[in-house]
C-alpha cells in the first residue's frame, strides 16, 4: 500500500503542483481514507520527502536501462532527455521550482543526490563519446560536467524562465544542444544534427 501512495502522490503532484495538493486529494483520488495514508506518513512533508526520493530512484534506474541499451553517446543523451520530458509531460510548471521554493529541505536534499548520481553519468557520457569519436578529446570532463550540470539545474530556475510544459521542454532541448556542441567532432555534429531533427516538436 506504501508504494501504492507514494506513485499516486508522485502523478497528481506533478500535475497539480506540490503546494496545492493536499492529503484529502490524495486519499480520494486512490479510493482510500486519509486516515490509512497517515498510518505510513506523519505529515504532507514527510511524504512529499518520501514520493520525491521514490520517484528520483525510479528515475535513476530508467537512466541505468538507457545507457545500458547501447546508443552511441548523443543519442544516450537524447534519450535521457526524452525519459524526463514524458515524466514531467502533465506538468505546467517546474517540480524543482515548487520544491525549492514550498519545500526547501527537500529540494537541498535532491539536489544533493543529483549531483553525486548525474555526475557520474555524465562523466561516463563524456568518456564514451571522446571513445567514438563524437566528443573532442582535449574536453576538461570534471568541467564539463559541472557546466552542464550547472546548465540542466538553471533551466528549472524561475528567476531566469517562464514556465509551462512546452517552453520548459523546449528549454531542456537547447541545453542539450548547447552542450553537444561545445564538445562535438564533426561526426558529433552531424549526429547531433539527426538527433534534433527527430526531435523537434
Not at 41 to 51: A, G, H, Q, R
Not at 92 to 100: A, H, I, K, N, V
Not at 155 to 169: E, R
Amino acid at each position: 500500500m506504501k508504494e501504492t501512495i507514494l506513485k499516486k502522490a508522485g502523478e497528481i503532484f506533478l500535475k497539480y503542483g506540490f503546494k496545492s495538493v493536499t492529503m484529502d486529494d490524495i486519499a480520494n483520488d486512490l479510493g482510500i481514507s486519509k486516515k490509512t495514508i497517515y498510518k505510513y506518513f506523519k505529515n504532507k512533508v514527510e511524504l512529499i520527502d518520501e514520493t520525491v526520493s521514490y520517484f528520483q530512484t525510479d528515475m535513476h534506474k530508467t537512466i541505468t536501462t538507457i545507457c545500458g541499451v547501447g546508443h552511441n553517446a548523443i543519442q544516450e543523451n537524447f534519450e535521457i532527455k526524452k525519459m524526463f520530458r514524458d515524466m514531467f509531460k502533465n506538468s505546467d510548471d517546474s517540480p524543482m521550482y515548487q520544491l525549492e521554493k514550498y519545500y526547501p529541505k527537500t529540494f537541498k536534499k535532491i539536489i544533493a543526490n543529483e549531483f553525486l548520481v548525474f555526475k557520474e553519468c555524465i562523466t561516463n557520457n563524456l568518456e564514451k563519446g571522446i571513445q567514438e569519436g563524437l566528443y573532442r578529446t582535449d574536453v576538461n570532463l570534471e568541467l564539463i560536467t559541472k557546466f552542464y550540470l550547472s546548465l540542466m539545474l538553471s533551466v528549472h530556475d524561475s528567476n531566469l524562465y517562464t514556465y509551462n510544459k512546452n517552453t520548459m521542454n523546449q528549454l531542456e532541448l537547447q541545453a542539450l544542444e548547447y552542450h553537444t556542441r561545445a564538445i562535438a567532432t564533426e561526426k558529433g555534429l552531424q549526429i547531433l544534427q539527426e538527433q534534433l531533427e527527430k526531435n523537434v516538436n
